[in-house]
């Protein structure tokens, strides 16, 4: 499973790349705005930083509009992958930019039936957004499962992005799943690595080793 981190802060993004944890970026007006940053701008640091594809989005609503600006997006650099809404007209976007041999990411789904509409436009990406689903008591991992299962049927090559992913167990589930992808915030790939038993064992070595008196260097 690929990890794309779901930040536009250069230093976050930084730190992960350079431990090999960043396959892409993720990015969205809520990440923008919170970075202070101009998109344009910070979306070119971003895919000069990192090698594989960088999701930035449109904010128009309508099917010309979100093709205008995600051809402007796509001008930044060749890993841009123009990240559309799951509607009616990002669908008509999806399938232009994408026939275009533009990566597009398309994103907002919550239902397979939409993900079944986002392959057959041709997108590269599907985020189906697990969070937001468990926020109103519906198993994300559910929908992760039925796509999974969908897209194998009928062998469509859309990459499954796990989306709104808030916990640890979030991203082991879908692992077992099948996602392809999972983005996630920088906070919750570093805490992958943390467990209480690892804690303690690290402890109780730091502990018998002072006992030894020894150094290493």
């Known amino acids: 499973m690929k990890f794309f981190v779901d930040t536009a802060d250069i230093d976050a993004i930084a730190e992960l790349n350079d431990l090999g944890m960043v396959d892409g970026v993720t990015t969205n007006p809520s990440l923008i705005l919170k970075s202070g940053r101009d998109i344009l701008e910070v979306t070119k640091e971003i895919c000069d930083l990192v090698s594989g594809p960088v999701s930035a989005e449109v904010v128009s609503l309508d099917a010309d ?31 232009v930019l994408s026939g275009e041999g533009k990566m597009v990411n398309v994103t907002l789904c919550f239902s397979a039936n939409q993900a079944l509409l986002a392959a057959k436009a041709g997108a590269t990406f599907i985020s189906p957004f697990i969070g937001r689903l468990d926020d109103i008591n519906i198993d994300g991992m559910d929908l992760i499962e039925d796509i999974r299962t969908i897209y194998d049927n009928y062998g469509f090559e859309t990459n499954i992005l796990a989306a709104s992913i808030r916990t640890v167990a979030h991203v082991q589930d879908c692992a077992r799943i099948g996602a392809d992808v999972m983005t996630a915030p920088p906070e919750v790939i570093k805490k992958l690595a943390a467990h209480p038993l690892t804690n303690a064992g690290l402890d109780q070595f730091m502990k018998d080793w002072a006992k030894t008196g020894q150094k290493i260097l």
């Open 65 to 95: 509009a979100m093709i205008a600006e995600g051809r402007k997006l796509a001008e930044i650099a060749e890993n841009i992958a123009v990240k559309l809404p799951l509607t009616w007209d990002g669908l008509k976007a999806c399938k």
